[in-house]
């Protein structure tokens, strides 16, 4: 092989471009590392080479949200799947950088509901009790008490909030929470207020709730998700009668 189709092997064996800025494949996953995802979804993007300062995104054509950057083992963005990104198989993504391109392709369907755990890697689901503080297993959710959850991927609201955008919106689709086995009385579920493409599902605690970390998973649109446990006290426990 001479040295001219030696160079051109090289280039193509590693994603480069022989000419211009040079273009690799990339992961693209949902914030749990698999790959659920839908338009407005939160996201993971790794390019296999560092892009350069400033990079853009899109998603089926449709601009992304580029959020932080996390280096220096692994180099990725976190981003937001566009809100009006087609559904379907194969959608392109394409990362755009000063030194280094990227693209993939992905599934997008119209819903992929994910309950976001308390931190990377957690078992137990991100939970807040009514006065803003979170659920623990030293402050339990209680029978009957208003509690909210955070989640991604539930889909369209009322308004639409742009891409990148936080706000107040009710999605479309009211979703289903199970806990332990039976469905909680959901109230409503908003995105926006905690931030960039995170929902909120508010829901009343069973009166009959089992106390414990108890599994809980949401449903929207016939899709269910991940099951994380949430920490639910005991029912108040009567000790004594008196006269008034």
């Not at 089992?210 to 449903?219: A, D, F, H, K």
Request: aromatic share 6%.
């Amino acid at each position: 092989m001479n040295r001219a189709c030696l160079r051109i092997a090289i280039a193509l064996l590693a994603g480069f471009s022989v000419h211009g800025q040079s273009t690799t494949s990339m992961v693209v996953q949902d914030i749990l590392g698999g790959t659920n995802l839908a338009p407005g979804s939160l996201a993971q993007l790794i390019p296999y080479f560092y892009p350069g300062l400033a990079p853009t995104v899109t998603v089926g054509g449709q601009n992304a949200y580029v959020g932080s950057t996390s280096a220096p083992l692994v180099f990725s963005y976190a981003i937001q799947i566009p809100v009006n990104a087609p559904t379907g198989a194969n959608i392109p993504v394409v990362l755009a950088g000063s030194i280094e391109g990227g693209s993939s392709v992905v599934t997008l369907s119209q819903y992929a509901p994910i309950l976001m755990p308390q931190a990377t890697g957690a078992t137990t689901v991100s939970a807040w009790h009514s006065d803003g503080s979170p659920v623990s297993p030293s402050a339990p959710a209680m029978p009957n008490d208003t509690i909210n959850l955070y989640a991604v991927g539930l889909g369209p609201t009322i308004p639409v909030i742009p891409t990148g955008g936080t706000g107040n919106a009710r999605t479309t689709t009211v979703p289903t929470l199970t806990l332990a086995g039976n469905q909680c009385k959901v109230l409503y579920a908003v995105l926006g207020l905690a931030g960039v493409g995170i929902y909120q599902i508010y829901f009343t605690m069973p009166a009959n709730a089992p106390s414990g970390n108890q599994s809980i998973s949401v449903s929207i649109g016939g899709v269910t998700s991940n099951a994380l446990a949430l920490a639910v006290g005991p029912n108040p426990a009567i000790t004594a009668v008196l006269n008034n």
